[in-house]
């Protein structure tokens, strides 16, 4: 038989705080808190009763939550929040607060109920996940940067030039537009490694690098470094002798760059580069395309560097 005493020892053993507040006097006073609510808080009864549980938030009152709490009070209903308490001692602890009004039978508000958890251990673990996927998702961009781009000269790395490489293939073997690569290298380069040392041959690389990358007009090409000193530029919507001109426009761009390069008989730093023009086709592989580019490269290093070899299959 269910009696006022089952009831009583119910809230009297929960383990969860209950309070309960006075609708009707000035500022809602606390008339009543179980055992568990006094475990929760480090308050007593005595320091409780009496006073508005807003004293709860100490001088942390500038939380959204506590407005959302007071405007569905403010309409009658019942509200779920959590909230940042603090105990007697003045430690935090994640209190989730819920809050039902209660009416006597005319409809009158007369009291409300409080049931308080102490939820810090999973807020703790919320926001330390939280931190952790904000660090791990700022890691992600970093290493797809660095996938993408090349550490030492900022161009596109050879990773996206190869995977650009496959997808254009693809593209275009429906369309019958021909892929356009020129294979760039840096003549002479350990040569002048030698002379000028390795931190002036890297700055030599980042010059060569982004006076490529400022060459380039299209929207449909792009300069990768493939490894070492040696670049590619990946283009489309280019004839064979626009693509021959373009190369040459290249050579042209680094010798006026006018890096001396004592141990080369041009004096200045220059590049030699191979031109290839194909249309891709299924039977072949876009593996074919670099190592014709890589041949005609062969030319024109053994014709004397400093210039362009094409080579159209
Ligand atoms: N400073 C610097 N040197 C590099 C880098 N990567 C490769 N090299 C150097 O580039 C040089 C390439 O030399 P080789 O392959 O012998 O070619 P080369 O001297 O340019 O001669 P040719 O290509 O035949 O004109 C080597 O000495 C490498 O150490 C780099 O990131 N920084």
């Not at 309960?20 to 500022?27: E, G, H, L, N």
């Not at 308050?43 to 405007?71: K, V, W």
């Not at 593209?171 to 294979?183: C, G, H, K, P, W």
């Not at 980042?206 to 530029?233: H, M, N, P, Q, Y």
Request: glycine share 6%.
């Amino acid at each position: 038989m269910f009696t006022i005493e089952i009831l009583m020892q119910a809230v009297m053993e929960s383990r969860d705080g209950i309070l309960i507040a006075d609708a009707r006097a000035p500022d809602h006073p606390v008339i009543f808190a179980n055992p568990a609510f006094e475990q929760l808080s480090g308050y007593d009864l005595e320091d409780i009763l009496g006073r508005n549980c807003r004293f709860l938030q100490g001088t942390d009152q500038a939380q959204r939550n506590i407005s959302i709490l007071a405007n569905s009070l403010e309409k009658g209903k019942h509200s779920i929040v959590t909230l940042r308490n603090y105990r007697k001692d003045g430690s935090l602890f994640w209190n989730e607060l819920s809050i039902s009004p209660v009416f006597d039978q005319s409809g009158v508000l007369t009291h409300f109920i409080g049931i308080q958890k102490d939820v810090t251990a999973r807020v703790v673990l919320e926001q330390r996940l939280r931190k952790e996927r904000r660090l791990l998702e700022r890691d992600k961009e970093n290493l797809e940067q660095l996938v993408v781009h090349d550490t030492l000269t900022g161009i596109y790395s050879r990773k996206y030039f190869e995977d650009q490489l496959r997808t254009r293939w693809d593209q275009l073997i429906d369309t019958q537009e021909s892929l356009v690569m020129m294979f760039i290298d840096v003549d002479y380069f350990k040569g002048f490694n030698d002379t000028y040392g390795h931190i002036a041959g890297d700055d030599a690389l980042r010059k060569v690098a982004s006076i490529l990358d400022d060459s380039l007009r299209r929207d449909s090409e792009f300069v990768a470094r493939f490894g070492g000193e040696e670049f590619i530029v990946l283009a489309t919507e280019m004839t064979a002798e626009q693509a021959i001109m373009h190369a040459e426009n290249l050579c042209r761009s680094v010798r006026d760059l006018d890096i001396p390069h004592a141990a080369s008989p041009h004096q200045f730093l220059t590049i030699s580069c191979g031109v290839v023009r194909m249309k891709p086709s299924s039977m072949a592989q876009p593996e074919v395309l670099l190592e014709q580019a890589d041949s005609a490269l062969y030319q024109a290093k053994a014709r004397g560097r400093n210039q362009v070899a094409s080579c159209e299959p």
